[in-house]
Nanobody, 113 residues
């Protein structure tokens, strides 16, 4: 098993930016795909962005052009840069790794004026 810890969430105004971090207890993201998911209030968890071990990325249509997923293997950390945030981006954001299917506990992102 791998422990994942998210950070970087918070309250931001529409149009603002946040960068989420997901730090792993091992260098798992260099070996397997990692992903960011979110769960809006009252809705199911959904995939936001994913990055493979060789750096191929894909995004949900709702965040394309606004969010960027990346990772730093030396820091054992995966990131989600979120720009041009909208109220509908409000959710708990979780990170996941694909080998053991480990999840972090989530970080709250609230977009509101």
């Amino acid at each position: 098993q791998v422990q994942l810890v998210e950070s970087g969430g918070g309250l931001v105004q529409p149009g603002g930016s946040l960068r989420l971090s997901c730090t792993a207890s091992t260098n798992i993201f260099s070996m397997t795909a990692g992903g960011w998911y979110r769960q809006p209030p009252g809705k199911q968890r959904e995939l936001v962005a994913r990055i493979t071990s060789i750096g191929i990325t894909n995004y949900a249509d709702s965040v394309k052009g606004r969010f960027t997923i990346s990772r730093d293997n030396a820091r054992k950390t995966m990131y989600l840069q979120m720009n041009s945030l909208k109220p509908e981006d409000t959710a708990i954001y979780y990170c996941n790794e694909g080998r053991w299917n480990s999840w972090g506990e989530g970080t709250q992102v609230t977009v509101s004026s």
